[in-house]
């Protein structure tokens, strides 16, 4: 059940509406979206911070907030060149990404409130820097590609250890968790 990466994304950018408009205004904007990318991991951090859970992941081993943070700067920088005008080198790190967080234990519940958060503070940047709308649109949409990216990290580690530990085929699995669902 393994995605591609760059299938994932040419797929995401379709269902999403990413378009070749939303990269250029992003790329135009890539040192403004630098300029204000340690801000942003501030508001993020802090907000991870409060909750206890996600306290004891982003403290469990020396040094791993400052790397955290600097992780987060150029994320949020990358969203703006798209690494390679958003093409597989893109995609692979967005993957990459999402398999960390489920390696560390960043669940879903905190990946979607803390993405919220980054959009919201990016619309008050935006607003206070007079940045346009379309700015803004195209911002939106990357973030939720990317939050897509590790929504699906989580759906993939899952289904390939339950697959892989009990033999089981991927049509079964499948049927498995619509039964499951439909029993909710």
């Not at 797929?11 to 205004?25: L, Q």
Request: charged share 25%; proline share 2%; net charge negative.
């Amino acid at each position: 059940m393994t995605i591609e990466p760059a299938s994932f994304l040419a797929k995401m950018e379709k269902r999403i509406g990413f378009t070749a408009e939303d990269k250029s205004i992003l790329t135009s904007n890539a040192d403004w979206g630098k300029g204000i990318a340690s801000t942003m991991a501030d508001h993020f951090y802090a907000y991870l911070g409060r909750d206890e859970e996600m306290e004891s992941i982003l403290k469990a081993k020396e040094g791993r907030m400052h790397r955290l943070h600097e992780t987060f700067i150029q994320w949020f920088s990358e969203m703006f060149t798209g690494v390679d005008n958003w093409g597989e080198k893109y995609a692979n790190i967005r993957w990459h990404i999402g398999l960390v967080h489920v390696k560390i234990g960043i669940g879903p519940q905190h990946v979607v409130p803390a993405m919220a958060v980054v959009v919201h503070e990016v619309g008050k940047q935006l607003k206070s820097d007079s940045k346009s709308e379309e700015l803004k649109d195209a911002l939106g949409r990357i973030c939720m590609i990317d939050l897509a990216f590790i929504e699906q990290a989580y759906v993939e580690v899952s289904s390939s250890a339950v697959l892989r530990e009990t033999g089981w085929s991927e049509a079964l699995f499948k049927r498995l968790i619509a039964t499951g669902a439909s029993s909710m």
